[in-house]
């Protein structure tokens, strides 16, 4: 231990200077977020950018310090414990990597006034998530001393973290917490085996071979991992099907208001009403995907796969009954083949049984106030006095959050809700704020009240339904008609 | 004398293209090993391999009773490395180079450290990427002898070096010569016959031969033998395999005698030629025995 002090001592004299560029950029990132109004509309994407920029550059040379690869070095032939020189490499990464972005949550955190208390796991994770992160950092370096190369290599991890980094709002971004977090552990533990490798006996070219392994097996999972399997594996890891055993699926009627939707020419635009029955009292279904196979008279058939079924919005609610319309986007061959005749609809609709309500009415001013499971929320007077702005630290909580302005309808923050176990995301602004709107309903001038409600995921289902004698001209998509505005997302 | 260094049947292949064919050597506890042998012949493989920095293709080779292979710090922190190829950290400055280095030898003599500082002159406060390649090189061999190690191996150390910069090396190193064993490299023979105790000539990845200088010097001999006129050269005759390079002129025959003893050379000597006039040897300096082996051994192959 005493030989990793040493060489971090001289890591930190080494790169003192860089040290002191990456926490100036920690420190503008915080600076840039508290800036702002509550934060919104206001990442500190800029400083984020040369913070990464900056962390990567510092990993590098830290590495290079003493490289790995090479003959011609002057500490191979030195008495270095290859575990003191890892774990100096190491020390130096939490101390001068993720100990000025945990200051700067924590002065984020408490200049915005987050209860710190059940910010603590929230903030551990994110270091853990960071820590881990700089991992494939510190092992692609070990693979080359050659400058060029180790640019391209950081360019393919940076690719790497903005891939997995970035905000996932699609509509399968319930569960896409799964294919992230294998193909991070997937990279992580390749990092990982490189550096016991690298460290203990410089085995490069196996090494480089372990990476180009790892990087491969990661894309493919975090690309190439089948949606149903996804949701197969939520459902798996809720355990809560009996649930929903009440609930029946079916084809509904067309729907007579239709939400606005931006065509994808040449494709056709279905707008399918599904009706959920029996939907068990205390809970309420939100869609989570769609796949739709039709089948012509003749056999012919096509397939719509969830990413071609993008907007499901639900409709009307009650206690036990709710109507979701999807809009999916089919071929226009077989669409125009079949215009006017009958198919045959074969579905599976993937939905999420929301319940447990908590609410609490909070006053609705531009000072942010606490409201349940670590939100706070707020208004804008200057942007819109009907939009609620509500605000989570480290990650949004994997529930449905809805606002209710006065006698106004609920309306939900997202429908697209994480539902990751874990209690943060990587990021370095730790805040992340969502926006919904009462627009719809009208402005309420006068109401100064909102009352936020909180419901948590149950049950993850999937439930398949056929419909026959399906005509899709009903279906289809007839003129653009504006309907509710359609939510958004704000980091 | 036990052995500090050997190495057994060592072969290196970079790309199947072989550079240690087979090499077989041994570096007896206190002597000062010289390892000379032209460009290419495999010097730095062989060095690289001892030092663990190379991994053998086959055989085995053993420093400080370790497997190289296994070399770790246990053992480095008793061996010297000094290299012309080797990359200093360049951003340290001298003083602070020896301070970092410090604590990686238990063995550490401060004392000792000040005075090869003050020894090579060298300038505390400057950073290595501002030295001369001598000065280089010497605070290379001052951070190595700074922890009295039993070894110290030099790859090519003084090659491209001024004479006064390579005498002050050599007297750094003669002060060491007692209580470390020193492996060093060289493709220049005359740098290294001044001190060296033991000689091993390398070439095409094997080891000609290994010997103590003494031993060789002394077995080495130019010999000239005046005949009577004109010379009855017994060219139908084979010479003695260890009389090399034979030259013949009239009333002269001149040859390297490799296995120099006063009286049997001569006894060789007027068994071939008869009665000669006189028989006179010389000692040869290293440069000329290697060359006679050269020459042989490219004439023979």
Known sequence: MRQALHIFKKDFRYSRYEITLVVLFAMACAATHLRGPHGAFNEPWLPEIFWFIGVAFLIGRLVLAEAITGDRQFWITRPYRWKCLLAAKLLFIVVFVNLPVLLAHLAILLIDGFPLVSSIPGLLWSQVLLFAFSLPFVAFATLSSVKPFQLILLACAAGVWLLMTSTNVGPLSGVAWLSGSIAFAALCATAVSILFLQYKSRRTVFSRWLAAGGVAVSAFVLGAMPWPLAFALQSHLSGQDALGSSIQIALGHTPEERFWQIQMK???????????????????????????????????????????????????????????????????????????????????????????????????????????????????????????????????????????????????FTQFVSYSPFPANLNIDPVETRWASAYASGPPPTVRDVTIVVEEPLAHLRRDFEAQGVRLDEFAYPSVRVGPAPIDVIR | MSDIVSAIDLVKRFRDAPVLDGLNLTVPEGSVFGLAGPNGAGKTTTIKILMNILRPSSGHAEVLGVDSRALGPEALANIGYVSENQDLPEWMTVEYMLAYLKPFYPAWDEERARRLVRQFDLPLDRQLRHLSRGMRMKIALASSLAYRPRLLIMDEPFSGLDPLVREDLIDGLLESAGETTILISSHDLGEIESFASHIGYLDRGRLQFSEEMTSLTARFREVEVVVDSPPLVPLDRPWPAHWLRPETAPALVRFVETHFDPERTAADIRQLFGDVRSISAHPMPLRAIFVTLARARSKAA
């Open chain 1, 266 to 412: 040449p494709k056709v635009a279905l707008h399918f009403p599904i009706s959920v029955q029996g939907v068990p009292g205390g809970t309420e279904a939100q869609p989570d995907a769609l796949a739709v196979s039709l089948q012509s008279s003749d056999g012919r058939t096509t397939q719509l796969e969830a990413q071609d079924c993008q907007s499901l919005k639900r409709g009307s609610l009650s206690a036990s009954a709710a109507t979701i319309t999807a809009v999916c986007f089919a071929d226009p061959s077989f669409f125009n083949a079949q215009h006017g005749r009958p198919v045959t609809l074969r579905a599976s609709l993937y939905f999420t049984l929301f319940g447990n309500a908590q609410s609490q009415t909070i006053p609705l001013s531009e000072e942010p106030s606490n409201a349940p499971d670590g939100l706070q929320c707020y208004t804008d007077m200057v942007r819109a006095e009907w939009d609620v702005y509500c605000r989570a630290a480290f990650r949004w909580p994997a529930r449905l959050v809805y606002a209710k302005l006065g006698r106004t309808n609920a309306n939900s």
